[in-house]
């Protein structure tokens, strides 16, 4: 199965630095699409199915966490999940990004294997869900 990643990130390097990691994590890929803030990642997720998003917090227009807190509200969370990549380590903002669903918080600077292990992770714990989508 090909899997659909979303990368949020208002810095482009940054976004082409986790996709190559992603593409060096054996997973079979299908597409990969990047917003360069949460406002740009919603229309995404609007309009196209994604398995898995990656995201920063600190971006213009629509930050990390206004974005998680709309995808929640929306009920996206369930069903597709949220790894935050971030240099802001607090674990009052880590907490309130779990409150509404994030799966995992992975601090900058990551490995590739880092990545590879969150994939590997959240995709299985989707995979098996047996609650229906939505």
């Not at 630095?17 to 997720?45: F, M, P, T, W, Y």
């Not at 966490?65 to 790894?83: H, K, Q, S, T």
């Not at 714990?125 to 047996?130: A, T």
Request: glycine share 6%; with cysteine; hydrophobic share 45%.
């Amino acid at each position: 199965m090909a899997y659909n990643i979303l990368i949020v990130d208002d810095s482009k390097i940054v976004r082409t630095v986790i996709e190559r990691a992603i593409h060096l994590s054996g997973v079979e890929i299908g597409k990969i699409l990047q917003a360069a803030n949460g406002q740009e990642a919603l229309d995404h997720l609007g309009s196209a199915w994604v398995d898995i998003v990656f995201a920063d917090i600190n971006m213009p227009v629509m930050d990390g966490v206004e974005m998680v807190e709309e995808m929640d509200r929306r009920g996206l969370v369930r069903d597709i999940p949220v790894v935050i990549v971030s240099t802001d380590r607090s674990e009052m903002r880590m907490q309130q990004l779990k409150a509404h669903g994030v799966k995992e918080y992975l601090n900058k600077p990551f490995t590739p294997e880092a990545i590879r292990d969150i994939l590997a992770t959240c995709l299985k714990e989707r995979d098996s869900d047996p609650s229906p989508p939505g």
